[in-house]
């Protein structure tokens, strides 16, 4: 079945401008997870969506970040102002309803650069 | 949640059995432990996860001691396209947990 898809691939942005990246995940898949890792690091943990609610929003970087869930599905993430520092690879994640966050599908991913 | 301790990079050729342990010694009682795969420009790839003794599916096997202070990923027969970052991952993993990625194991498996 279809994976974890996410758009755009690619995307260069001016800083101070707005950007959304989007995640289509898993269908039937609950919980939706947010990421980014930039060059070199791990994995950072930005925001979790359980159905269209977020109950854990901790790792946000700043107000600038904000995300989105509708029907279920559909996650949008959009960062307001882009800085240089915005610069990484945005990944999207889901897992299905019968087991814990263990066991988490990723996207491709998004690789914003700001410019 | 447990801290993780895990080579930086391993080598290997073609055709061998790779190991690779993680420490974890804060491990508490609810923690599952669980491995994940990332190959350059992809997402990570769930591989294997498991709580006690062995655990094996047609990838990998997880071998965890009675103590759970560690475990050990075994990758049999590696070949080229296993060259990837492997994570080793604890934590109780209920719903809505995020996973916390390190820096992860770097396998280079040459000819």
């Known amino acids: 079945g279809a994976g974890v898809s996410q758009s755009p691939s690619n995307k260069v942005t001016e800083k101070g401008k707005d950007v959304e990246l989007r995640c289509d995940p898993i269908s039937g898949h609950t919980a939706l997870y947010w990421y980014r890792q930039s060059l070199g690091q791990g994995l950072e943990f930005l925001i979790y969506?359980?159905?269209?609610?977020?109950?854990?929003k901790s790792g946000l970087p700043s107000d600038r970040f904000s995300a989105e869930r509708t029907g279920g599905s559909v996650s949008t993430l959009t960062i307001q102002r882009t800085q240089q520092e915005d610069s990484a690879v945005y990944l999207c994640?889901?897992?299905?309803?019968?087991?814990?966050?263990?066991?988490?599908?990723f996207g491709p991913g998004t690789r914003l650069t700001v410019t | 949640l447990a801290k993780t301790t895990q080579p930086i990079s391993m080598d290997s050729y073609e055709g061998q059995e790779v190991n690779i342990t993680c420490s974890h010694n804060?491990?508490?009682?609810?923690?599952?432990i669980t491995w994940y795969q990332q190959f350059p420009s992809q997402g990570p790839r769930f591989i294997i996860q498991?709580?006690?003794t062995k655990v094996t599916n047609e990838v990998a096997s997880l071998f965890i001691p009675a103590d759970r202070k560690s475990s050990t990923l075994s990758l049999p027969r590696v070949s080229l396209s296993d060259t990837a970052v492997y994570y080793c991952?604890?934590?109780?993993?209920?719903?809505?947990?995020?996973?916390?990625f390190g820096k992860g194991t770097t396998l280079s498996v040459s000819s």
């Open positions: 969506f359980q159905g269209n609610s977020a109950p854990d």
């Open positions: 498991g709580y006690k």
């Open positions: 804060n491990i508490a009682t609810n923690d599952y």
């Open positions: 994640a889901s897992s299905p309803p019968t087991s814990g966050s263990g066991e988490q599908y």
């Open positions: 991952l604890v934590g109780d993993h209920q719903a809505g947990t995020a996973l916390i």
